[in-house]
């Protein structure tokens, strides 16, 4: 049998892995449940263990012999989103959901590390190591500005490592289907804040007073409309606002108003670009009387495929599924923070078409995904690995 043929035979274990994990979501940096499933797989496959790594992390490595060291991560977070699914996993951490397909991720890598360890009591693992990565806090940073890839890159995680290798289930792709691409594929992000100080007054007299509601409104239009005309059409960047908070009542003028958004980009330039932009919406307020502070940060680097590893991905898979369902893959505004493991060491992140007939969006109440893609998955991250410890010895 092959890998894919092989990793079927385990779909029954990855589904309950993943509805057990689904039923039992643990927010950012907060996964200890989750990491114990994680770390007791790895340590049953007699694998060599580290837990608490980035606070709450976990990393194993398969060891045979010298050569190549090619990691392999899931994330393993959930979201703060009150579940509104009916089938019989739903969540039952009330306001804890796992909304982005990282129960997925687990319960996949767990199965790739199955499947890699029989290939080395059976002799058919390339010399080399496999190191399984399993992160916290994909979706957010701690009080430090860090997310769990920073966390685990500090503490050493990425040491020795040759290749990098990142899948995501993705709920509105065809399921089954593999897309790959070289080059940027998700964006850059960076957490904007702005505070906008007027003086507050009785809304009977709004000369007596510089109402920051108003002047909050302005910049908000003058960002919007100018990313258009300082970017040029070749290149991609957003800068949106999420929420606005400010005012105590609805007849006195504000005299503090807060914004806070995101910076999308896929290089630095265009990255400083929309932080310029950003700047001169808004001093420009001052002219008018108001005091103005703007914070930016932290923010996430955007994932650059490599493309040799990229393209031995794409040649491991067609070993396992026809062409016709290896299909490329559009840049996207997401972000990922699998961009601190790839941006020192070569890497490649890929995308596992998972929709149902449905499809249903990241990050919404109803989120689900097909789950017969999970031993594909599975099957794919082991045979990218095996070829990656094969062409970079």
């Not at 992390?57 to 579940?83: H, S």
């Not at 992000?189 to 507050?200: C, H, L, R, Y």
């Not at 932290?298 to 369902?325: C, F, G, R, W």
Request: glycine share 10%.
């Amino acid at each position: 049998m092959n890998l894919l043929e092989r990793s079927k035979t385990i779909a029954e274990d990855l589904v309950i892995i993943r509805r057990d994990l689904h039923q039992h979501p643990e927010l950012s940096f907060q996964e200890t449940r989750t990491a114990s499933i994680a770390s007791a797989e790895m340590e049953r496959l007699g694998l060599k263990v580290k837990t608490s790594v980035g606070k709450t992390g976990v990393v194993a490595d398969l060891e045979n012999g010298d050569g190549p060291v090619i990691c392999l991560r899931a994330d393993m977070d959930a979201l703060p989103i009150t579940e509104a699914n009916d089938h019989e996993f739903v969540s039952q951490n009330p306001g804890i959901m796992h909304a982005c397909g990282h129960d997925g991720h687990v319960a996949g890598l767990i199965g790739a590390a199955r499947l890699l360890t029989e290939e080395k009591h059976s002799g058919s693992l390339p010399s080399g190591s496999i190191r399984f990565l399993f992160q916290p806090s994909e979706e957010c940073t701690d009080e430090d500005g860090l997310s769990g890839a920073m966390r685990m890159v500090q503490e050493g995680a990425m040491e020795g490592v040759t290749a990098v290798v990142g899948l995501h289930i993705g709920g509105n792709l065809p399921s089954g289907k593999l897309f790959f691409a070289s080059g940027p594929i998700m964006a850059g992000a960076e957490e904007v804040t702005v505070n906008i100080t007027g003086k507050s007054s009785h809304a009977a007299l709004p000369n007596s007073g510089i109402d920051a509601l108003v002047l909050a409104a302005q910049g908000i239009v003058t960002a919007q409309q100018g990313v258009s005309r300082n970017l040029s059409p070749m290149d991609s960047g957003v800068l949106t606002f999420g929420t606005i908070h400010g005012g105590t009542a609805s007849n006195v003028l504000a005299d503090l108003v807060t914004l806070e958004g995101t910076i999308r980009f896929f290089s630095e330039e265009v990255r400083k670009k929309l932080e310029d932009h950003l700047y001169n919406s808004f001093r420009m307020l001052e002219t008018l009387g108001a005091q103005v502070s703007i914070e930016l940060g932290p923010h996430y680097l955007p994932v650059i495929n490599n493309t040799q590893i990229t393209n031995y991905l794409k040649a491991a898979s067609a070993d396992l599924i026809e062409e016709a369902n290896i299909l490329p893959l559009k840049p996207m505004m997401f972000a990922e923070d699998f961009s601190f493991f790839s941006s020192a060491i070569p890497g490649s992140f890929f995308w596992l078409g998972a929709a149902l007939p449905e499809p249903r969006m990241h990050h919404s109440t109803n989120f689900d995904f097909d789950e017969t893609c999970l031993p594909i998955g599975a099957a794919t991250l082991a045979a990218g690995a095996i070829k990656l410890l094969h062409e970079l010895d």
